[in-house]
């Protein structure tokens, strides 16, 4: 039946030229059908140069938005529309001209887990894998950092600059928490400890490395160590293990799951396809001013 349905993916995506774009934490059996898997800043920079006229794109709406903003001429397809993002659901762009008002002045620096409406309302995006680099770009002392505010306070941290945060938070990051860690690593004392930066700064301040989902790949892959903890949704861990059985991986927590995330399905990608349903499309008027923060942050070397 799984052998049937991919067959009948592959056979679509051709008729389409289409392009399967899947991100980290999304189920095995989806990996397997990508054309390409990343974290959110990948599959942008994917988004922006493909050459197909169908994007489907296994991720959270956020992403199947910018994908549209990116390119706006292509039909992006998200196969399970419910698929949200909590966090990008905790700033709208009516909270955030608010927030502008109260702070004059201050440059807006956005992580890309946020909807169109809000982006449009920005001055330049970021991802977990280069918030540093782009807030260290900003050459304005007042900066409002949002929604992530463990994002941002890692960010913060780093580069020893004050950010006035947005009190937004990763539900699944959160439940990893210090005593946790603490757990794993009295269990597995020689293990490595990688974190991503949505995760709480007393987790955070624990880890060997602060990674996003792809960092933390690839750091393993060129790691000579034989045993981490891994401090994100709990995907990357099966992920790892089944990329590198010579090595042991241990998740934070069992609770580290992104239920939004694992919404999609080989079904479901097979139905999008056959109908072409399901897209997700961003109003020129907010994708025009949303792409230029967007292109801002694509611009910044990594």
Known sequence: ?????????????????AVI???????QEVQEIADFTGDSLELS??????NADVIVFCGVHFMAETASILS?????????????????????????????????????VTYINSSAAVKAETDICCTSSNAINVVKSVKNDKIIFCPDRN??????????KKLILWNGFCPTHMKMLPEYVALQKEIHPNALFLVHPECPPQTVALADEVLSTTGILNYV????????????????TFKLQRQYPDKKFYPVTDLAV???MKKNSLEKVLYVLQEMTNEVK???????KAIVPIQRMLEVKP
């Open 1 to 17: 039946m799984k052998e049937e349905i991919i067959e009948k993916i592959l056979q679509l995506k051709k008729q389409r030229n």
């Open 151 to 160: 994002l941002g306070s890692y960010a913060q941290k780093v580069l020893n």
């Open 21 to 27: 774009l899947v991100h980290n934490y999304q189920k």
């Open 282 to 288: 961003v109003p020129k008027e907010i994708a025009d």
């Open 221 to 236: 892959a060129k790691s000579n160590a034989k045993e981490f903890i891994i401090g994100t949704e709990n995907e990357i």
């Open 72 to 108: 706006p001429k292509k039909k992006v397809l998200l196969p399970d529309l419910t698929s949200g993002c909590p966090m990008a659901d905790m700033i709208t762009a009516e909270q955030l001209i608010q927030f502008k008002k109260e702070n004059p002045g201050a440059t807006v």
């Open 258 to 260: 992104c239920p939004n």
């Open 45 to 50: 920079r994917k988004a922006a140069n493909t």
